[in-house]
C-alpha cells in the first residue's frame, strides 16, 4: 500500500499549519515548500512519525534565484525517500540573499553533513548548529562562493582566448 | 569556536599532548595521500596513528574539483552528456544513459523498446567493467595480483564492444535525446557473444581465486565493518548498501528503461565488511550477465532512437543532403526547441549507488541548476568512522571496497 | 638475431673491431637512460585509468623499460601526469616534481593535463605547463593506451639524444628559473 499524497498533505497541515504551502506533485515527487524557521521540524517530523518514516535523505542542493526578491534569492531542496513505501518527496525553502541562514539537520541525518558543507561551499548558506561547517570542494583560501549566478565560470588567467571568435564582441572578426 | 574547524594537525596536537601527559606515550600523526600509490586515486587523509593503529582520520576532498555543476549551467542538455561520462570514469555508459534517461523524462520522449532493451545491454556491461576493477584491485591490495591480470583483460574486450558501439574506450559519451546515434553494428553482436561466453569462465575462476582463500579471508572479513542503520544514516546505496543487508536497487524500486521485464535477484551481505562487500560485487555481476543474456535473447527490432526530430540531433550525412535535417540541426544547436519549465529528478542504479540527477529547467536551453547526487561523495563521509581503530593496511583495503571513484567523489 | 622475435636495441653509431667497440659515452649513457625510464605515475582521474590499462598485460609499457614503476618521486626518471590537476592539486604536483633528482621528464597526458581540457572552469589549472616544465604532450580525452606508450616512445628518442651536459647548462637553467624552480 503506498503512502498517499493527501495523508502527508493532512498530516503535514494539522501539524505546520502555514508553514507548509504549495504541495503539488511535480512528476513522480510530491512537493511542497516549507518557511526556513520550520526545515528541521518538518523534516524531523517527516522521519519519526510511524506512518510518514521517510528514513532516508537522498539528497540536498542549494540553488540561487538573484532576479527573485532580496527574502527568497536562494533555495534548498531536501529529497527524503521511504524505501518501505517507495516513496520520495521533496522540501523547497527559500532563504534570505544577504544572509542566507538555516538549522542544520546534521543531529537527523549524518550524510548530510557533507552536503551541508558543499551548499555552504558552493552558495555560502550558513547551517547553523553545523559541527564543521568550512570549505570542501573548494580551496580553503577561496573567499567567494562559486556556484552563485554573478560567480564567472571560466578562468581568468588564460591569455590564448580571442574572444572574437567566442562571439563575445559586438564585432567579429 | 568548534574543534572541528582547526586544521587537523592542530586538533590532533592536543591530542598528542593529552596524551604524553596521561601515561607518556607518544601518537603520531601520518599524511596518506594525496597521491600515495595505494589509494588508487586522489584522497588525502591526515591519520591520528597509535603506532600501526588509526585513532583518528580525517580525508580532505576536492583535489581534482571540476565544477560539473557550474560547468552544466552554461552548457546545452546535449553537451553535458560530455561531463558525465568524466564523473564516475569506470562504468560511463550508465551515467551517460542516466543523463540521456533524465532529459527525455523533462521532454516527456518515449524511447522505442529496442533502443531501451541496448540500453540496458550497455549498462550492465558498464556495471561488469566497474565491478570488476573494483573485485580486482581489492585483490592487489590485498597481495593477488593474479587476478588483476586475469579479468582485466575481459575489460579490455568490454572496451572493445564499446568501440563498437560508439567509438569511444573509456569516456564513451555514448547515446542521444530518445536513443543511440546509430544502430549497432554486426560486429559489436559478435564480440557481445564472445565476451558472453568467455567471460564467465574467467570470472569463475577469479571467484574460486579468492572467495575460500585463507589469506584473503583473514584480510577481509570483520575489516571495516557497518551497520544496516549506519549506512542509512550515512546515505550508502549500490553494493555498499547491500553488503550491510538492505535490498535497495533502483532498477527494483522505480525501474527505468524496461528493467521490469528481466528477472534478477539483488544480492545482499550480512555484516556490511570488505568481505561481504567483496561477495555482493561478485554475485552482482553475475546478475548482470544474465540480464545481459535475456536483453540479447528478447532484443526486439524497430529503430534505435525515438522519432523527435525537435530533439534528436539528426545523422551529419543528412544535414549536408536534406534541407528538414538542416533546419532541426540549426534549432537544436542553436537552443529553439522548446522545453519545459519544470523540476525533475531522475536516479538510476550506477555502478556504486543511486546516480540521481535533479534538473531544474527555466525553458531555457541550459538547465537553470543541475545536481548530481554523486554516490561516492555521500559514502566516503563514513571512511573515518569505519577505519578508526583499525590498522593501516586495512584502511587501504577499505577504501578500495568501498570503490570511491575520484572522479564522482569531487565533481 | 634476426631468426628470433627478439627485439634488440639497436646499437650506436661507432667504430667496431675484434674485440672492441668505441662510440660516444653520451650515446650510450642516452641509450641507457631512453630504455630504463621508471614512471611515476601521478593519476589523478580518467587517463589514470587508461594508464593502468597501458601497464596491464594488454598494452605491457613494460616493453620499453618501463617495468617498474616508481611510487617514489626521488628514484623516477619520468613523471607521467595523467588526468585533471585542479588548483587545489598544483602545489602537490610541483612538490613531487621538486622531489625528483635529475634528469628527470615529463610527460603530459590527456587533454586536461595539457591545457585543462574541457574543464576551463575556475578550479582547474588550465595546463600543467604554468607549473611545471613538460617534455612530451600527448593528446586525448582520455588517450588511447598506444597513444600514451607513443608518448614514451617520443620521450625515448629525447633522452637518447639528449646531451649529458644539458642539465648543466644556463638554458636549462634559465628555464627552471622561469618556474621559480
New interface residues.
Given amino acids: 500500500m503506498a503512502l498517499e499524497n493527501t495523508l502527508i498533505q493532512e498530516k503535514l497541515t494539522q501539524k505546520f499549519g502555514n508553514s507548509v504551502t504549495n504541495f503539488a506533485t ?4 510530491f ?1 511542497l515548500e516549507v518557511n526556513k524557521d520550520k526545515v528541521h521540524e518538518v523534516i524531523q517530523f517527516l522521519k519519526d512519525d510511524e506512518e510518514l518514516n521517510f ?5 540536498l ?1 542549494g ?2 534565484y538573484p532576479d527573485n526578491n532580496v527574502d527568497e534569492q536562494f533555495a534548498l ?1 531536501y ?1 527524503l525517500h521511504n ?1 518501505i513505501e ?1 516513496t ?1 518527496i ?1 522540501i523547497k525553502t527559500f532563504l534570505n540573499g544577504e544572509n542566507p541562514e538555516v538549522q542544520t539537520i546534521t543531529d537527523l ?3 548530510s ?3 551541508e558543507r ?1 551548499a555552504w561551499d ?1 552558495y555560502g548558506i550558513k547551517f547553523t548548529g553545523h ?9 580553503d583560501e577561496m573567499v567567494s562562493h ?2 552563485r549566478k554573478e ?8 591569455t590564448d582566448k580571442d574572444d572574437r571568435f567566442f562571439g563575445r564582441t559586438p564585432v567579429n572578426c | 569556536m568548534s574543534d572541528l574547524l582547526l586544521s587537523p594537525e592542530q586538533r590532533y596536537a592536543k591530542i598528542i599532548e593529552e596524551k604524553r601527559n596521561e601515561d607518556g606515550s607518544e601518537l603520531n600523526v601520518l599524511n596518506l595521500g594525496p597521491t600515495h600509490p595505494a589509494t588508487h586515486g586522489i584522497f588525502q587523509n591526515i591519520l591520528l596513528m597509535d603506532g600501526e593503529r588509526i585513532l583518528e582520520a580525517e580525508p580532505t576532498v576536492g583535489y581534482i574539483h571540476r565544477a560539473f555543476e557550474k560547468i552544466a549551467e552554461n552548457r546545452p542538455f546535449y553537451q553535458i552528456n560530455v561531463l558525465t561520462d568524466r564523473m564516475n570514469y569506470c562504468s560511463s555508459p550508465i551515467n551517460n544513459m542516466a543523463w540521456w534517461m533524465t532529459v527525455e523524462k523533462l521532454l516527456n520522449i518515449e524511447v522505442p523498446k529496442r533502443a531501451q532493451y541496448l540500453r540496458v545491454i550497455v549498462m550492465e556491461l558498464a556495471r561488469i567493467a566497474d565491478h570488476l576493477i573494483c573485485n580486482s584491485i581489492l585483490g592487489v591490495d590485498t597481495g593477488a595480483y593474479t587476478g588483476f591480470l586475469y579479468v582485466f583483460q575481459f575489460r579490455e574486450k568490454i572496451y572493445e564492444i564499446y568501440e563498437e558501439i560508439c567509438g569511444a574506450r573509456l569516456t564513451t559519451n555514448m547515446g542521444r535525446i530518445g536513443g543511440f546515434e546509430r544502430e549497432w553494428s554486426d560486429e559489436a553482436f559478435k564480440k557481445l557473444n564472445t565476451f558472453l561466453e568467455e567471460f564467465p569462465v574467467a570470472w569463475k575462476e577469479f571467484e574460486n581465486l579468492f572467495e575460500r582463500n585463507r589469506i584473503f579471508i583473514d584480510r577481509t572479513v570483520n575489516v571495516g565493518p557497518i551497520s544496516a542503520e549506519k549506512a542509512m544514516q550515512y546515505g550508502f546505496t549500490g553494493p555498499n548498501l547491500r553488503a550491510a543487508g538492505i535490498d535497495y536497487d533502483v532498477r527494483k524500486a522505480a525501474p527505468y528503461s524496461s528493467y521490469e521485464d528481466f528477472e534478477f535477484d539483488v544480492p545482499v551481505g550480512k555484516s556490511g565488511d570488505t568481505y561481504d562487500r567483496f561477495c555482493v560485487r561478485n554475485a552482482e555481476v553475475w546478475e548482470s550477465i544474465s540480464i545481459i543474456k535475456q536483453a540479447l535473447a528478447k532484443l526486439p527490432d524497430g529503430p534505435y532512437h525515438a522519432d523527435v526530430p525537435d530533439y534528436y540531433l539528426p545523422p551529419k550525412e543528412d544535414v549536408y543532403h536534406n534541407m528538414e535535417s538542416l533546419i532541426y540541426h540549426f534549432k537544436i544547436v542553436m537552443g529553439e526547441v522548446p522545453v519545459p519549465v519544470e523540476e525533475i529528478y531522475h536516479a538510476v542504479e550506477g555502478g556504486n549507488g543511486e546516480l540521481g540527477f535533479y534538473l531544474i529547467s527555466d525553458g531555457s536551453r541550459t538547465p537553470y541548476r543541475l545536481k548530481m547526487r554523486r554516490p561516492c561523495y555521500i559514502y566516503y563521509q563514513a571512511y573515518p568512522e569505519m577505519i578508526k581503530g583499525s590498522m593501516l593496511s586495512d584502511a587501504i583495503v577499505i577504501l578500495s571496497s568501498l570503490n570511491v571513484i575520484a572522479g564522482e567523489l569531487d565533481a | 638475431m634476426s631468426e628470433t622475435k627478439t627485439n634488440m636495441v639497436a646499437p650506436p653509431e661507432g667504430v667496431s673491431g675484434e674485440g672492441f667497440f668505441a662510440t660516444k659515452l653520451s650515446d650510450v649513457v642516452g641509450l641507457a637512460r631512453a630504455n630504463s625510464l621508471w614512471p611515476l605515475p601521478f593519476a589523478t582521474s580518467c587517463c589514470g585509468i587508461e594508464f593502468m590499462a597501458t601497464m596491464a598485460s594488454h598494452y605491457d609499457l613494460a616493453r620499453f623499460g618501463s617495468e617498474r614503476v616508481s611510487f617514489s618521486p626521488r628514484q623516477a626518471d619520468m613523471l607521467m601526469v595523467m588526468g585533471t590537476i585542479s588548483k587545489k592539486m598544483a602545489p602537490i604536483l610541483r612538490q613531487v616534481y621538486e622531489q625528483m633528482s635529475e634528469p628527470r621528464w615529463v610527460i603530459s597526458v590527456g587533454a586536461c593535463a595539457c591545457s585543462g581540457g574541457v574543464f576551463d572552469t575556475y578550479s582547474v589549472l588550465q595546463g600543467i605547463d604554468k607549473v611545471i616544465p613538460v617534455d612530451v604532450y600527448v593528446p586525448g580525452c582520455p588517450p588511447r593506451p598506444e597513444q600514451i606508450v607513443q608518448g614514451v616512445m617520443q620521450l625515448q628518442e629525447l633522452v637518447k639524444n639528449e646531451s649529458v651536459r644539458r642539465r648543466n647548462s644556463p638554458e636549462y637553467k634559465e628555464l627552471l628559473a622561469s618556474y621559480n624552480l
Fill in positions: 511535480m512528476r513522480d515527487i512537493t528514513h532516508f535523505l537522498t539528497d542542493a540553488i540561487h531542496t529529497q524505501w517507495n520520495r521533496r541525518f549524518l550524510c553533513n557533507w552536503m558543499e558552493f559541527p564543521q561547517l568550512k570549505r570542501i570542494l573548494n580551496m562559486p556556484m560567480f564567472p565560470m571560466e578562468d581568468g588567467g588564460r
